[in-house]
């Protein structure tokens, strides 16, 4: 079946640590995209890629970093410059900008930093 | 720049309509979309306006008025698992396409 994967569902992260989300979808999809998502709000874009090895960064990109290197992959590293990580984060992917306009979402990694 | 604005919250009665207004403020997009998120789960696509006017599909509505830079979910026939987060989103023609969410609207189905 073809879907998009995130793992893990949840992580553990102590303070100043690096850890990478992993992204994986088949659906052969050429955009994809990250997103926090805090109690409560809504959806904040962090980082996007519309092909592969190249990406742009959204809203709120500061302590996050990403790699496009396959089309079916978008791991998300959260650095320790990110001073408040515990959050939700979502991937998603679509069709090329320009296409119909569904985005289909992984189920998501819940981050904390204990 | 592009942004998206929702009321935050709509309580409403099993049985009923409810309509979710968006207006948002962007330099040009390719339409208009509306997801449902459960609470702790991954947002799901509900509807697509490409095009100003009515879009149809089951029980759910999606309106888009580019002119009026304005769109709408309209809901019939509530039911209880119907109480979710609701988020319309727009894909820019600038910004190499960033797909972007509004805040949600909380909508509550009372029995």
């Known amino acids: 079946d073809g879907g998009i994967t995130q793992s893990p569902k949840y992580l553990f992260r102590k303070e100043g640590q690096n850890v990478t989300l992993s992204c994986e979808q088949n659906l052969n999809h050429d955009a994809m995209y990250w997103y926090r998502q805090d109690p409560g709000q809504g959806l904040r874009l962090i980082y996007y890629?519309?092909?592969?090895?190249?990406?742009q960064k959204g809203d709120i990109a500061e302590g996050y970093s990403v790699s496009r290197e396959k089309k079916e992959s978008f791991p998300l590293t959260v650095t320790s410059a990110q001073k408040n990580p515990t959050a939700f984060y979502l991937c998603a992917s679509s069709m090329a900008q320009g296409a119909m306009g569904e985005a289909f979402f992984g189920q998501g990694t819940r981050l904390t930093v204990v | 720049g592009q942004s998206l604005e929702q009321p935050s919250e709509v309580t409403a009665v099993e049985g009923a309509i409810v309509q979710i207004n968006c207006t948002y403020q962007t330099s040009g997009f390719y339409g208009l979309s509306w997801y449902q998120q459960h609470d702790g789960g991954a947002p799901t696509f509900l509807s697509y306006n490409a095009l100003d006017g009515l879009e149809e599909t089951g029980r759910f509505s999606s309106f888009l008025s580019r002119s009026d830079s304005y769109g709408y979910l309209l809901l019939q026939e509530l039911q209880m698992k119907d109480s979710a987060s609701y988020f319309c989103?727009?894909?820019?023609?600038?910004?190499?396409?960033?797909?972007?969410f509004g805040q949600g609207t909380e909508l509550s189905v009372k029995p």
């Open positions: 890629s519309q092909i592969v090895n190249d990406f």
């Open positions: 989103a727009v894909r820019g023609h600038n910004q190499g396409g960033k797909l972007i």
